[in-house]
């Protein structure tokens, strides 16, 4: 497909505002500067349709649920321990969560939560932004579509309003054009999971390489920001069963180091979704276990990685 073609998507007619998918025309090539063009033709309306199917068969009966009981709890416990400095605007955070848990009134029938915590502005359950690295290419693997599907449920059954953005430095164009048509942006440069984050954000990172775990904690790496992180990623705790304790320590330092402290939830399997979410846990840090660090627990040296690393693509790399 050529990087100047352009590609029409079309409004579907008769649905509701928070399943609409976007309306665009423009050229592919300004999706991501960094991603480069399809070698065949894609068919992306049926990849399209798939990951919808995968969606509605497989992850929001049997697997998201577990993940949005997670997700409550991380939230409710953000809640209870936020601080009250107000903003700029005269806002506390404790004061932004609350009111995007209220709102019940503009919620639909769907909803299957609990009132507390039910629902945010336009209708969605939570007001969090979404961050995906490393899902690979949607277009050409299966495991991808699939971890695609339930990046899908996650953003629009149950965080419907919520931005949404995804960032793989192997995404080709039509990668691109599929997570812009579930309403995703696409990240425009490689921030190597170095992303310090302002609010509550899950991030979405399955089968991901322990580099890019570590690069996030130390992108915030102060009380107020780790326990606003929600991560869905390889299970720390395996790692810390697998790797020697010295490496782990030396290269994956603030994945060692918050360890301790991390409340981690294992995926519920099944057959239908054991590849692609095998060693998947859900990930947060209540900052009730962050207020007591001493200073020096709170030294960040930035991480570096051997060139040999395969685990992490960085800014410079060729590949
Ligand atoms: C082991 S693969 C996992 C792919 C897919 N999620 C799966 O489960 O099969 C790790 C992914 O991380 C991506 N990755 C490497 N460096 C990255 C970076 N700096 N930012 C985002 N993703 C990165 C790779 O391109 C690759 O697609």
Wanted: with cysteine.
């Amino acid at each position: 497909m050529a990087s100047e073609q352009f590609v029409e998507v079309k409004r579907k007619k008769g649905r509701s505002n928070r399943h609409q998918e976007r309306s665009y025309q423009q050229p592919l090539c300004s999706l991501n500067s960094a991603s480069s063009a399809d070698s065949v033709d894609v068919d992306i309306s049926r990849i399209v349709r798939r990951i919808r199917e995968l969606r509605d068969e497989v992850y929001a009966k049997e697997m998201s649920q577990k993940v949005i009981e997670d997700v409550e709890t991380w939230l409710i416990n953000l809640d209870a321990s936020m601080n009250t400095k107000p903003d700029k605007k005269g806002q506390s955070d404790k004061e932004k969560l609350t009111n995007s848990l209220d709102g019940c009134e503009k919620h639909d029938s769907e909803c299957t939560q609990k009132p507390e915590i039910c629902c945010g502005e336009n209708g969605s359950l939570f007001d969090v932004d979404i961050v995906c690295y490393g899902l690979g290419c949607v277009t050409t693997c299966p495991i991808a579509r699939e971890q695609t599907a339930l990046l899908l449920e996650l953003k629009e059954r149950q965080c419907a309003e919520s931005s949404c953005y995804c960032y793989d430095p192997h995404f080709k164009l039509s990668d691109c054009h599929i997570l812009r048509q579930f309403g995703s942006d696409v990240i425009d440069r490689n921030e190597e999971g170095k992303r310090p984050i302002t609010r509550p954000t899950i991030f979405f990172m399955p089968h991901c390489g322990k580099a890019l775990y570590n690069n996030l904690l130390w992108a915030n790496w102060e009380t107020d920001e780790l326990s606003k992180l929600f991560i869905i990623g390889n299970s720390f705790s395996a790692m810390n069963e697998r790797l020697p304790q010295r490496i782990f320590e030396k290269e994956y330092h603030f994945i060692f180091k918050i360890l301790p402290l991390v409340l981690e939830e294992p995926f519920l399997l099944t057959p239908h979704t054991e590849t692609a979410f095998s060693d998947t846990s859900c990930h947060w840090i209540p900052q009730l276990n962050l207020v007591s660090k001493p200073v020096d627990f709170w030294t960040r040296p930035e991480p570096s990685y051997s060139e040999e690393d395969v685990e992490i693509i960085c800014k410079n790399d060729k590949s």
